[in-house]
């Protein structure tokens, strides 16, 4: 059975806005890119669509931004502080708020806000990070000492795919123990 599709107006935009904001951190592009899917899915099913929709959705993104509820600057940096956690390459992690729709100054200031927080410059957080991701993904060091020598160009791919330098990734993998890498 085929569902009916809702007309797309200003109220079922704020709506939509306010479903997924409740759900789910953004940023003003984000939610942007939200709504827009939500007209595309309209016209496919041929739903009604309302004059200047494009005009509704800015107007509708701009009313969170002026609310607070939309903060692009801190939500690059909890994302940021939460992707280094994990242990994600700095590289990678501007990729992924650029891809979340922070722009590049904003960006900026989100990595040097957390080289302030963490008191350290970016070569130690890379460093950090790199070992945060082996010890979750238990690479190198973390791996049982039977596995290593097998699993060592894995380990190393693994580090690369996340985006860590050669030389970094290699430092890590290549360490004696976990000891090693504290000392380091």
């Not at 306010?18 to 827009?36: D, M």
């Not at 899915?41 to 607070?68: H, L, Q, R, S, Y």
């Not at 990070?129 to 290593?148: H, V």
């Amino acid at each position: 059975m085929k569902r009916i599709a809702r007309p797309i107006t200003a109220k079922y935009l704020q709506n939509a806005a306010t479903f997924y904001l409740e759900r789910y951190p953004s940023t003003a592009e984000g939610l942007r890119r939200v709504l827009n899917r939500r007209v595309r899915k309209a016209e496919i099913a041929e739903a009604p669509i309302m004059d200047n929709v494009k005009a509704a959705i800015e107007t509708v993104v701009a009313k969170f931004v002026d609310a607070g509820v939309i903060d692009d600057r801190a939500f690059a940096q909890t994302k940021a502080r939460a992707l280094h956690r994990r242990g994600t390459s700095s590289k990678l992690t501007r990729q992924k708020l650029r891809l979340a729709g922070v722009d590049g100054e904003t960006l900026d200031k989100a990595m040097s806000g957390l080289d302030e927080e963490l008191h350290t410059d970016p070569r130690q957080r890379e460093w950090q990070a790199a070992i945060a991701l082996a010890r979750r993904r238990r690479l190198g060091p973390y791996r049982g000492e039977k596995d290593r020598k097998d699993k060592r160009l894995r380990d190393l791919a693994a580090m690369a795919r996340a985006g860590f330098a050669y030389e970094l990734a290699r430092k890590i993998i290549d360490a004696p123990t976990v000891d090693a890498l504290d000392e380091t």
